[in-house]
């Protein structure tokens, strides 16, 4: 059972460059979220799913896009990446009303 | 939005001590999760916890919904114990189960 498991660990990019993040679980979970992370600044909530087809913007959406085809996996996109997008990015997933459980992280650099 | 506010925000103690760490949030909440983030980065859920007391080994932990705040109690520590610790809370209205992390407490734990 491996959980949640995010693609890739890390990776740098040129400014403007773009990318995607994949994320998969396989709990059978409904909710599926993107989260990023900085330093002294706790867990911001980029984007969310509440199941197959759906997604909304959580906290800091901007620069960013998602994608729930399938209910297993989460895609997270950036279109023209910017420096301030440099961040450790955090996928999840829970059922309804219960635990959250995290991806090992993806850390992106923009240059 | 909610707030969340942990403290101590930095905690430095010797092997065996205990220690009480604490979450206040500002609104009612249907969920409240704690999570250890260990110094590779791993976020590992230690629990979900909306209201009452649980325990898992040297860890408990206690929800006081009504008057907003909840602490996790760390026994008999150990080396292993470092990093960070988070709290994180869902509003019941707006679904998806959508977290709010406060900014954590970093704890150290030395021979």
């Known amino acids: 059972n491996a959980g949640v498991t995010q693609t890739p660990k890390f990776r740098v990019l040129k400014t403007g460059q773009s990318m995607t993040l994949l994320c998969a679980q396989d709990?059978?979970?409904?909710?599926m979220y993107w989260y990023r992370q900085d330093p002294g600044m706790g867990l911001r909530l980029i984007h969310y799913?509440?199941?197959?087809?759906?997604?909304a913007k959580g906290e800091v959406p901007d620069g960013y896009n998602v994608s729930r085809l399938k209910k297993q996996n989460f895609l997270l996109g950036l279109e023209s990446a910017a420096p301030s997008q440099t961040s450790v990015y955090f996928c999840?997933?829970?059922?309804?009303?219960?635990?959250?459980?995290f991806g090992q992280g993806t850390r992106l650099t923009v240059v | 939005g909610i707030q969340v506010e942990q403290s101590p925000p930095d905690l430095i103690l010797q092997e065996g001590a205990n220690s009480t760490l604490r979450c206040n949030f500002s609104?009612?909440?249907?969920?409240l999760q704690w999570f250890h983030q260990n110094p590779w980065g791993q976020l590992i859920n230690l629990f979900y916890?909306?209201?009452g007391t649980k325990q898992n080994g040297r860890l408990s932990a206690t929800t006081v919904a009504t008057e907003r705040y909840s602490l996790l109690y760390i026994s008999s520590s150990q080396t292993t114990d470092s990093g960070v610790y988070f709290c994180?809370?869902?509003?019941?209205?707006?679904?998806?189960?959508?977290?709010?992390f406060g900014t954590g407490t970093q704890l150290k734990v030395e021979l």
């Open positions: 799913s509440v199941g197959e087809g759906t997604t």
């Open positions: 916890i909306p209201s």
């Open positions: 609104d009612s909440v249907n969920n």
């Open positions: 994180a809370v869902a509003l019941p209205a707006g679904g998806g189960n959508k977290l709010t």
């Open positions: 709990m059978n979970h409904e909710y």
């Open positions: 999840a997933s829970s059922g309804i009303e219960s635990r959250a459980f």
